[in-house]
């Protein structure tokens, strides 16, 4: 089971940030975070990942509070094509024995 | 960029009739994967694939389920007897294993009548 709880839905104008929560209150010192996403019916896409420093990529920023017990994913600048579930998985780093297990994920519906 | 490429993207089959699905993985991963997608459901895991052999599965992946790397590209999953339930999206994936970032192919739409 998902290890991570995430709100089913939410909205976002286009243009405004979009910012997407996660509680993972279990999680492991091990464990790191994982977003990934899926545009309609196509395959996962990896956004970003993170222990517990603050990351940032070309797609998004990751915040995550200092106890870890909760993250934040941050679309700066959210276009319409950015609707799509998004996804918030706990794993650990090392090995590829880990497998990814989604959750039921956020829709975000980005919006004119 | 590389990309994991699957075929078919679509396949209609009748009951009771084997399937197999393929994937090209990206080259220099060692990590292969596959899950599924039931219309409307949740991203499930079924298998990881490591070293040409599998490192675990779920249990959805029962004897009905193979995956094999047959020449080390290719990486097939093979349904024997297609029941109605096993309609679904099948995904595959790829990783070195080194960051746990994950790639995944298109997915093959699987339609079992």
């Known amino acids: 089971d998902a290890k991570t709880t995430q709100p089913p839905s939410m909205d976002c104008a286009e243009g405004r940030a979009a910012n997407l929560p996660c509680n993972h209150s279990?999680?492991?010192?091990?464990?790191?975070v994982y977003w990934y996403r899926q545009i309609h019916s196509q395959g996962p896409q990896y956004i970003i990942h993170?222990?517990?420093n603050n990351e940032t990529n070309e797609m998004a920023s990751l915040i995550i509070t200092e106890d870890r017990k909760s993250s934040t994913l941050i679309l700066p600048h959210a276009t319409l094509r950015d609707t799509a579930v998004y996804y918030c998985?706990?794993?650990?780093?090392?090995?590829?024995?880990?497998?990814?297990?989604f959750g039921a994920g956020t829709r975000l519906a980005v919006h004119p | 960029e590389p990309e994991v490429t699957q075929t078919p993207s679509h396949q209609v089959t009748q009951m009771g009739q084997e399937v197999i699905l393929r994937c090209v993985p990206i080259s220099n991963h060692l990590y292969f994967y596959w899950y599924r997608q039931i219309l409307g459901q949740k991203v499930e895991f079924l298998v990881s694939?490591?070293?040409?052999?599998?490192?675990?599965k779920s249990e959805i992946f029962d004897d009905q389920f193979s995956v094999e790397r047959p020449d080390g590209s290719n990486f097939t999953l093979k349904i024997r007897s297609t029941k109605l339930e096993d309609s679904a999206m099948y995904f595959c994936?790829?990783?070195?294993?080194?960051?746990?970032?994950?790639?995944f192919g298109e997915g093959s739409r699987l339609t079992v009548l």
């Open positions: 998985i706990v794993r650990p780093l090392w090995g590829g024995y880990n497998k990814l297990i």
């Open positions: 279990t999680i492991s010192g091990n464990e790191y």
């Open positions: 993170g222990l517990k």
């Open positions: 694939f490591y070293n040409n052999e599998i490192s675990e």
């Open positions: 994936a790829s990783g070195t294993g080194d960051t746990g970032e994950l790639f």
